[in-house]
Nanobody
Framework: QVQLVETGGGLVQAGDSLRLSCAASGRTFSRNSMGWFRQAPGKEREFVGSITWSRGTTYYADSVKGRFTISRDYVKSRVYLQMNDLKPEDTAVYYC???????????????WGQGTQVTVSS
């Protein structure tokens, strides 16, 4: 089992920055890739980005490329989502997820955190 706990959400203004953190615990071999997803009210959950645990290779959705950065602290077993130049359309619940696969599809994420709310006011 892998346990994931997200922190760092909050209310910010457009143009501000925010950093989300995901603390991972449990079976390390079960989390070869860590992903961030978000779900806005009335919308489907969407992929934000991911990082491979061993190499730190990152992937991003086009909507956040250049504004968001994913990193991981191997020693602390934490994954971060640095969000810069936030926009009202970034408002959503943000979820951290873990997968045993190196480059998983959304359905191949096995473990999910409880989510943290990010609200961006205009």
């Amino acid at each position: 089992q892998v346990q994931l706990v997200e922190t760092g959400g909050g209310l910010v203004q457009a143009g501000d920055s925010l950093r989300l953190s995901c603390a991972a615990s449990g079976r390390t071999f079960s989390r070869n890739s860590m992903g961030w997803f978000r779900q806005a009210p009335g919308k489907e959950r969407e992929f934000v980005g991911s990082i491979t645990w061993s190499r730190g290779t990152t992937y991003y959705a086009d909507s956040v490329k250049g504004r968001f950065t994913i990193s991981r602290d191997y020693v602390k077993s934490r994954v971060y989502l640095q969000m810069n130049d936030l926009k009202p359309e970034d408002t959503a619940v943000y979820y951290c997820a873990a997968s045993t696969r190196i480059v998983p599809t959304e359905s191949q994420y096995d473990y999910w955190g409880q989510g943290t709310q990010v609200t961006v006011s205009s």
